[in-house]
């Protein structure tokens, strides 16, 4: 097992007082708090500051520690010393899973027997995690199959991170941003106490038609200049299928056209966003003899004039 | 020999649930004091409807609110006031 230098995790000296020991775990568990950070490795950064804060905040196993000497370096292959035997207290809080063989190897089998023994039962950590979904998912409701590393308790009495693979009903009507919430599907709880819950954060994938602004739809829609000028009835598209709209004539391009209960439904399908066409009108890059002809005779009888 | 079936597990949407849980079973779920319970509604970190604990209703939402202002007080030493402030600052920070 490697060698943990806690003083170098919590960033102080080994001459730190326990105020100073206080003001740094609390500083670092700020940044690292894996419901606050944004961090890449927060969680197991954090754990690093729980498991140093554990034993250098007790005066007991902080001594204990100390007793290894400053010669050690962090991830250095570690054995405790012939003949182990700590003054320092056992450990006996309910994160004690979570600590690495080098904690459990200074402290942690007495510990572990005294919490079993002393009846203590802590609810399974909350597990969080997103889930991408298509916006036809999101409008009918799905099932999807997921992966996710959870904690689990392994046969040794610690916790590990394990691959879980489930198969999750997504009701219809959830948008992104929202979260489900999967009871007893997080982390095990100790002591015969309950599992934590499993929270799925929705993103939607990105859509080749659409765009989403809450449970609003956009689409750009294609017209011709003819279309515009004359109006027309056109093909759009909506998650359940095309349907057609008519184009009014003299539209212009940006002009929004609405389409009522075509958008997002809402949860149980009791509301819906609308869906928003926005027309784009398009120029052919190649014109035939023809239209050219046609577009030159337009140009030399159109009284219109939009910069004027 | 066929391959074990995966369970399927029905998924809760938090930010439209109804306010289905009574004051006891939002402790025993919550494995919380009741009077711990009381202080999470007075400093604001949960809302459930209707008015003292007998009539109180609970949301999955303040199930989330309550769990993550528990963790925010044991692992960053804060006190109550603090951790609605957190958060109701990380909720809106969700939302951005």
Known sequence: MEYKDYYQILGVERSADANAIKAAYRKMARKYHPDVSKEKDAEERFKDLQEAYEVLKDPEKRAAYDQLGANWRPGQDFRPPPGWNPSGAPHGGPDLGGFSDFFDSLFGAQGRGGFRSSGFQAHGEDSEAAISISLEDAAQGAQKNITLEIPALGPDGRMHRQPKNLQVRIPKGVTEGQRLRIAGQGGPGMGGGPNGDLYLHIRFLAHPKFRVEGRDLYHDLHITPWEAALGASVEVPTLEGAVRMKIPAGSSCGKKLRLGGKGLPGPGGKTSGDLYAILQIVVPKTLSEKETALFTQLAEVSTFHPRR | ?96
């Open chain 2, 1 to 96: 020999m066929a391959p074990t079936p995966i369970p399927v597990f029905e998924a809760e949407l938090l930010e439209e649930g109804g306010f289905s849980l009574d004051f006891s079973h939002f402790c025993a779920v919550l494995q919380c004091p009741e009077g711990e319970a009381v202080q999470l509604v007075r400093y604001g970190v949960i809302h459930p409807s209707g008015s003292g604990p007998q009539h109180w209703r609970f949301r999955a939402l303040d199930l989330y609110r309550a769990r993550l202002s528990r963790r925010l007080i044991r692992d960053l030493e804060l006190d109550l006031a603090g951790a609605a402030l957190a958060v109701e600052l990380l909720e809106r920070l969700r939302q951005l």
